[in-house]
């Protein structure tokens, strides 16, 4: 093993490329002809009910307290089974598309920040990947525990799957993730990078399977798969269920369409170009990953979705650790959409984007707040009016749902079996805890509350490398 450390003085650059020179003329046409056509749309429609409606408050109130919970229960339904149909079509051509062997020179970028207890199993992890021809780049953002001790016994050239690989660690003040991140890119001389988390531990076939997608040169990145790694928890388990359904199965839907909205940050596999065109990664959100994804998109670069790219994390085992980290995506996301506001108001701009964005802005905001919404009326409904056999029958039919997508999700990524009971109160119980913490991040973002980073305490209690690789058998 060599322990000869170099030095290396590594400018970070989070600069914003400057986007190029738009027809604002032809723009603010296309914005007045749809505005102009929408609003004649609304026009007639007022026109043909205002004659059928009796304006009265109490019947007001009825008549959209129905509309509402009818428009609620299309809106579910459609989501359901748009994203269900999408995932479906996405792995039915997955399973029969083959692509021939690709193996360029990948740098695997390490970025740590007191990750002393899960480092070396991640690092483990990397050197039993599958791969011919990759290196290994630890950036120790200014820990202050042991991390940069046990990288220092990390670097050089140690023995991998497939011959040695090159550990090469880079020590630099703290500064967040997206410039350790920056100056792991920035060092790298490879054109392709993978981006990960401290605590990721990445399965055999991971770049085999993603860096194939870049025989298509017009693709920007890959998104991985992201698994939960210590189970055997209630908590743990319900979130290893909604990796599985509200994360991954909607990614594979994403995938379909080439336009994965979040390449997440325990794998993203990058061709460097694009990342140069994005203007790299920038500090300026908590959701680092979602805004370097726009930025790619925006740069009209193609991002797919590798359901064979897997990635274990460690997930929070406490519902504290659980709501602080929901709370800070929220406002990360919500960050990344405003700063990105100009395609969710202009189509015109980048029409993906477009879409990309108000999908995100739905989830993150008019999603969780119908789903509390609707589950206080029912709740208020059964209190005062005697119905509560509605209230059941309504969550009732959200379980079946969620079993339904919950079996689809196991079978497809032949996952563990056990956790499709879970289905049942995943849906009336967790998610809506979720809803509740994105409602109250949405309302501190809106009056720019302060916050912090909000690291997640490591425990070290997720299983082996190896082991987690055999756990689902997705591989």
Not at 154 to 160: D, F, M, N, R
Not at 404 to 419: D, G, N, S, W
Request: proline share 4%.
């Amino acid at each position: 093993m060599n322990n000869n450390n170099q030095k290396y003085q590594i400018a970070l650059d989070n600069r914003e490329l400057k986007p190029p020179k738009r027809n604002l003329t032809a723009e603010k046409l296309r914005v007045i002809f749809l505005s102009g056509i929408f609003s004649i749309f609304l026009i007639i429609t007022i026109i043909l009910t205002l004659p059928l409606t009796v304006l009265t408050w109490s019947g007001l109130f009825v008549y959209a307290s129905i509309v509402s919970l009818v428009i609620f229960l299309f809106i579910l339904l459609i989501r359901y089974f748009a994203t269900l149909f999408m995932a479906y079509f996405y792995v039915t051509r997955y399973t029969i598309q083959e692509k021939e062997g690709f193996y360029p020179f990948i740098s695997i970028i390490v970025p740590v920040y007191n990750e002393g207890i899960v480092l070396q199993n991640s690092i483990e992890s990397l050197l039993d990947i599958n791969y011919p021809n990759y290196e290994i780049i630890i950036v120790n953002d200014g820990s202050t525990d042991d991390t940069a001790s046990i990288a220092e016994e990390l670097v050089g050239h140690q023995k991998g799957r497939n011959g040695l690989v090159k550990i090469s660690l880079i020590n630099k003040p703290n500064g967040g993730k997206a410039k350790a991140l920056n100056a792991g890119i920035q060092y790298s001389e490879a054109q392709f990078v993978l981006c990960m988390d401290g605590d990721s531990q990445l399965t055999p076939n991971s770049l085999r399977m993603a860096v194939r997608h870049f025989i298509d040169p017009a693709v920007g990145a890959v998104a991985g798969n992201v698994k939960v790694q210590n189970r055997k928890h209630l908590l743990t388990d319900l979130q290893a269920l909604e990796y599985l359904e509200g994360l991954n199965m909607p990614r594979s839907s994403q995938g379909f369409l080439q336009m994965v909205n979040i390449i997440p940050g325990p794998i993203g596999l990058f061709r460097k170009t694009a990342l140069r065109d994005a203007g790299f990664y920038s500090s300026d959100t908590f959701a680092e990953d979602a805004d370097i994804t726009l930025k790619i998109l925006a740069q009209n670069w193609k991002i797919v979705y590798e359901p064979n790219a897997i990635a274990y994390t460690e997930a929070p085992v406490s519902i504290y650790q659980l709501l602080k980290q929901r709370y800070r995506w929220t406002r990360g996301i919500l960050q990344a959409i405003r700063k990105h506001k100009r395609h969710l108001i202009n189509p015109t701009v980048n029409f993906n984007n477009s879409i990309i964005l108000w999908q995100m802005f739905y989830e993150a905001l008019i999603w969780p707040a119908m789903n509390i919404f609707v589950n206080l009326y029912f709740i208020i409904v059964a209190l005062f009016y005697g119905l509560s056999s509605f209230i059941f029958l309504w969550w009732v039919g959200i379980a079946v749902l969620d079993l339904m997508a919950a079996v689809y999700c196991i079978a497809a990524e032949k996952e563990e079996f056990r956790l499709v009971p879970y289905a049942i109160i995943y849906r009336v119980v967790f998610i809506l805890l979720i809803d509740v913490t994105k409602a109250m991040a949405t309302v501190e973002e809106f009056l720019g509350i302060r916050m912090v980073w909000g690291k997640l305490e490591r425990t070290g209690l997720g299983v082996s490398p190896k082991t987690a690789n055999n756990t689902a058998g997705a591989t």
